[in-house]
């Protein structure tokens, strides 16, 4: 079974890619004025913990398009997904849908989440610690009422 895409997950597909697409331009036009040494760790409290040289900024873009599209591709075999309810002809459109969507939330969180920390680390600044507390939130906060969503729908 396939679980089309509404509007709301069409959006936040187009929001990833603006993203993606945004921070390679933002660091193509400003790799003249990138410092040769970034941030290359944050610790929890987003202190500097390592300083690489500006090249390695090009791994953060490149693992989140891949974390992008391989989420992409989950989204379409909802069959292998860990739904933690038991799926039945009944309930089977409602409960895929809901993990499509919060997959698709989630999908946003975590290129969001790259694309700021790349930033970070071209400004050679530590991260703020709400950047991670919010992050982080906001992924588990999409799990949890995904999950009461799903027991509500079997």
Known sequence: M?????????ILNILCVVLLLGVVIYLIIRWSSIPDQVPGHFNISGE???WD?????????????VLYIG????????????TGVR?????????????KHMIS????????TFVSITIFQSLAIGL?????????????????????????AR
Not at 105 to 112: P, S
């Open 2 to 10: 396939r679980v089309k895409n509404n509007i709301f997950d069409i």
């Open 48 to 50: 500097i913990t390592r």
């Open 105 to 112: 939330v989630i999908k946003l969180l975590i290129v969001a």
């Open 87 to 99: 799926v039945t002809q009944e309930n089977m459109f409602r409960v895929y849908k809901i993990l």
């Open 53 to 65: 040289s500006k090249g390695s900024l090009i791994a953060m873009p490149i693992i989140a398009v």
């Open 71 to 82: 989420m992409t591709i989950l989204e379409q075999f909802p069959q292998v997904w860990n």
């Open 128 to 152: 703020p610690t709400w950047l991670l507390i919010m992050f982080i939130s906001l992924i588990f906060g999409t799990v949890v009422i995904n999950i009461v969503r799903l027991v509500k």
